[in-house]
């Protein structure tokens, strides 16, 4: 039986011109793979402060600086490799 794991994380973009760029992180752990800023959430946090809280931890962005389109969201369910 797996054991569920809860995290969230921000899509975090901007305009330039006609383009929009995405926020990838570099994970610090081999393969090294290019992730948009997320992580657990804690017990008793709801999904939104996990997901500003970790955004805020991993790229340094607050939400002050963020215009947040809270009725677009997605959830997503998946088996984490071991």
């Known amino acids: 039986m ?3 794991v809860r ?3 921000l899509v975090v973009f901007r305009r330039v011109s006609s383009r929009v760029e995405f926020l ?3 994970a610090s ?3 090294h ?5 997320k992580g657990h959430v804690d ?7 996990a997901a500003l809280r970790e955004t805020k931890e991993e790229a340094g962005i607050a939400k002050e600086h963020l215009n947040i389109f809270e009725d677009c969201h ?3 369910r ?3 490799k071991e």
Not at 33 to 37: D, G, I, L, N, R
Not at 43 to 49: A, Y
């Open 78 to 80: 998946y088996e984490e």
């Open 43 to 49: 017990p008793g946090e709801d999904e939104w402060i």
């Open 7 to 9: 995290a969230a994380g």
């Open 33 to 37: 793979h290019w992730t948009p800023p």
């Open 29 to 31: 752990y081999p393969p």
């Open 74 to 76: 997605e959830t997503l």
């Open 24 to 26: 990838l992180l570099q």
């Open 2 to 4: 797996s054991t569920v």
